[in-house]
DNA sequence: CTGAAAGCGCTAACAC
DNA sequence: GTGTTAGCGCTTTCAG
């Protein structure tokens, strides 16, 4: 069914429908109210597609996943993240449209994803400093933010949470109370998150006059395992530390883990501060401290850049940070 | 750029330009390549939703998600879930769009998300028996493919797993080793998955001759944290359990913390078996004996039963169901 | 305030 | 084999 068959029904023209369809104000009540009452008795919808073939608006956005999206989604912070977007569209009458292509699959449909007018504009979920695909992503033109900061891109809308500082302050803390070794089980240095995270920590040491000892730093993907790995690794050094600042909780979760399996107790022996504030950290033995990062807000306000990106014009690439918190709970 | 600037270009008429961009078969060697250079040379890329008006297809596929799929997302299951899906799009040349309309939020977007023409068919993640956005869609006639059984919607095509007779097995197992008193740690009964395990694992009983205890059983909402609350009420027991068959692994992870904090050992206490064999089953401590199910091959059979049903015409529903297995770890 | 007409960029008969 | 001609279903000038 189509908008001339209303048009019939109600006994005007497109154009009027049209117009009432689209809110214009002008339209005389007993007409509009006509063309109303065709459209609930037919139950007609407008189809979308003939719409955006002339306004060149989709009403859709594309959201961007990174190559290695599959352990991404294990990452609980995704686990928030993609619902918060998905509802964030939703409370603006958008449409998302999840891809996770990559430049290794299907070039020809990269491109036709991106420039086939499908989407009114995109966010990335960047993480790593080369990838490959943010290079054309920013060449093409599309209205585009950046979920995390990304160094090379300066001229790129993004959000993100001050990632340097929040660690800097959590390693803080550790040094505050004493701690004189305090190790860093990080995130992989080729996300710029983990770079940043891994930064913080040692501006925390440095302005603690503590020193930076390399075996207390080891680099990880970041999963629980790698936690537990990273800890039992840490505790045969000759000195082991009596701190650990683990770049995002599953990484914390499982050097308590590990710390148990050792007969140790947090914090009694080592201390632990995580970073993410997922759900299950507040259940953790003994609970997590860690830094809160307000997940579900940067999921809106990348959104809400994005749409005001695509129609206002901002004359200046907007970075948004979001603040975070160091939640103080049993671990440190 | 359109269409017409690359027929001009090359010298040919809009209609051939269009035969070389769909393979159509019958055009000259010759003129094809100077179609094809004309396209390098722009970098012309066709206008998807032009296309899409005439053709009636958009090539993007709708994946609607619970009600309660914020939490949905935490569910490994999940995690592995939608990448999976995001993935065997990819492969078939398609788009997805993902959603978590429902029909408390905005009943007129959610009709023009599925009315509007912009989706080719639609993947709905069925949980609940009584969910209320599935009599509309059924009813609305868009190819679709429920990911799950529905009891109330023969008509409808789904893909899944044999939920009862996987779990019976799964008790069968525990009673084959001499387990008396075999607890259910469950799932809610209002999911459809949820009661089919239910009933599987008592199926499992009746059938070694084992008696139904109610006070075994308990149902809950799936998490990590109310299987270790499960476990904590089991061993609160005057006769506690010898065995627990977890309906899903983030139950089963919680069941064997808890064992742990009581000083327990599983299996020698109590044998423990999950559901899913999510990647970290694996790493517990002890290794998860847990019924493993192929999560991805459910993505992509999902994806391409909808495809079929969307332009093959299935004269009768079709449900396919995946194989499981008992994954043998330590737990039991 | 409303209608007529053009056209968004493409595909698909239908001729030649 | 290739070009010509209609539309797909909507919005949007432009008249009136």
Chains 1, 2 share one sequence.
Request: glycine share 6%.
């Amino acid at each position: 069914m189509s908008l001339d068959e209303i048009a019939k029904r109600a006994n005007v023209s497109r154009a009027t429908v049209s117009r009432v369809l689209n809110n214009y104000p002008h339209v005389r009540p007993h007409i509009r109210d006509r063309v109303l009452q065709a459209v609930q008795e037919t139950g007609y919808i407008p189809n979308a597609v003939a719409r955006s073939l002339v306004t060149k608006r989709t009403n859709m956005i594309g959201l961007l996943l990174p190559q290695d999206a599959r352990e991404t989604f294990a990452d609980p912070f995704f686990a928030i993240l993609i619902p918060s977007i998905a509802e964030a569209c939703t409370v603006h009458q958008r449409y998302l449209m999840l891809s996770m292509v990559t430049l290794n699959q299907e070039e020809g449909f990269y491109q036709s994803v991106l420039r086939g007018g499908h989407l009114d504009g995109v966010i990335v979920g960047v993480s790593m400093f080369d990838d490959p695909i943010l290079p054309q992503l920013i060449q093409d033109g599309l209205p585009l933010v950046l979920l995390g900061r990304h160094p090379y891109y300066p001229q790129a809308h993004w959000v993100n949470i001050d990632n340097l500082q929040a660690a800097s302050q959590a390693v803080s803390y550790l040094a505050a109370q004493g701690r004189q070794r305090i190790a860093l089980v990080s995130l992989p240095a080729s996300l710029v998150a983990g770079a940043d995270r891994r930064d913080g920590y040692k501006r925390a040491l440095l302005q603690a006059g503590l020193p930076i000892d390399q075996r207390l730093i080891i680099e990880t993907n970041g999963s629980y395992q790698a936690g537990q790995a990273a800890m039992s690794q840490l505790l045969q050094l000759d000195q082991p530390p009596d701190a650990v600042f683990a770049a995002n909780d599953p990484l914390a979760l499982g050097v308590l883990h590990e710390l148990q399996n050792a007969g140790l107790r947090a914090p009694d022996d080592v201390a632990v501060v995580g970073f993410d504030d997922q759900p299950s950290a507040a259940y953790a033995s003994p609970p997590l401290t860690t830094v809160h990062q307000p997940i579900n807000d940067l999921g809106f306000k990348t959104v809400e850049l994005l749409l005001e990106a695509i129609d206002g014009q901002f004359s200046a690439p907007q970075h948004r940070i979001l603040p975070t918190t160091l939640v103080r709970r049993a671990s440190a």
